[in-house]
């Protein structure tokens, strides 16, 4: 079975500062899909990025980065230029590439943007 | 497009009733997943149906069940309610290529307390 690790409970960073989410798997699937999903106050889920484990390239959208380290079974999230709208909790998913749509969640990381 | 809505967002019942919650995908969207998120146990697949059937299934008992129509709308059922069944529960839809290449889309949630 797969598991996903967030071994930060809660961090907390200035506004326009960067800050790197940590994450961690375990799975001997060679093939699948890592996500990173945002859940603000308002309890939505909201997708941030996404990264196809056979692609090399790292995934970016806009502030959003990951570094996607294959064979540590890494991939982290570096969010730059952090913004007051960032704060929320941070959930990094696990998805075979076949068949099944379940994601397998890590436990979230707290993040909070300070003025 | 609209995303994907829930109904309803809030519910309160008490234990030993049932209830049934309801989830519109996005359109085009053929897959939907159920997931409950609580703060003990973080957020846990429950069953994900496609073409009206049932595809996968989390670890949580039969009193948990669910069911799909030919609009893809699915609702989801829990019967003989316990206090630990309170939780947000999320459904998330997806259109389900036969690659595997998808990404799911959450809906807002149905926030349900158990009295």
């Known amino acids: 079975a797969q598991t996903v690790t967030q071994s930060q409970p809660e961090m907390s960073v200035q506004e326009a500062e960067t800050v790197t989410l940590s994450c961690t798997y375990d799975t001997s699937e060679s093939n699948y899909y890592l996500f990173w999903y945002k859940q603000p106050p308002s309890r939505q889920m909201i997708l941030v990025i996404r990264?196809?484990?056979?692609?090399?390239q790292n995934a970016t959208e806009n502030r959003f980065s990951v570094n996607f380290q294959k064979a540590a079974k890494s991939f982290s999230l570096k969010i730059s230029d952090s913004q007051l709208g960032d704060t929320a909790m941070y959930f990094c998913?696990?998805?075979?590439?076949?068949?099944?749509?379940?994601?397998?969640f890590g436990q979230g990381t707290r993040l909070t943007i300070n003025p | 497009k609209a995303g994907v809505t829930q109904t309803p967002r809030y519910l309160i019942k008490t234990r030993g009733q049932q209830v049934t919650l309801s989830c519109s995908p996005i359109s085009g969207h053929r897959s939907v997943s159920w997931y409950q998120q609580t703060p003990g146990q973080g957020l846990q697949f429950l069953f994900e149906?496609?073409?009206?059937?049932?595809?996968n299934k989390g670890n949580f008992p039969g009193r948990f069940s669910g069911r799909q129509f030919s609009n893809s709308r699915s609702e989801m059922n829990v019967s003989t309610l316990e206090l630990g069944d309170s939780a947000l529960y999320l459904c998330?839809?997806?259109?389900?290529?036969?690659?595997?290449?998808?990404?799911?889309?959450f809906g807002p949630g149905t926030r349900l307390t158990v009295l």
């Open positions: 998913a696990f998805r075979r590439a076949q068949g099944a749509q379940k994601l397998v």
């Open positions: 149906y496609f073409s009206e059937t049932q595809r």
């Open positions: 990264q196809e484990a056979y692609k090399q």
């Open positions: 998330a839809s997806s259109f389900r290529t036969s690659g595997g290449a998808d990404t799911q889309y």
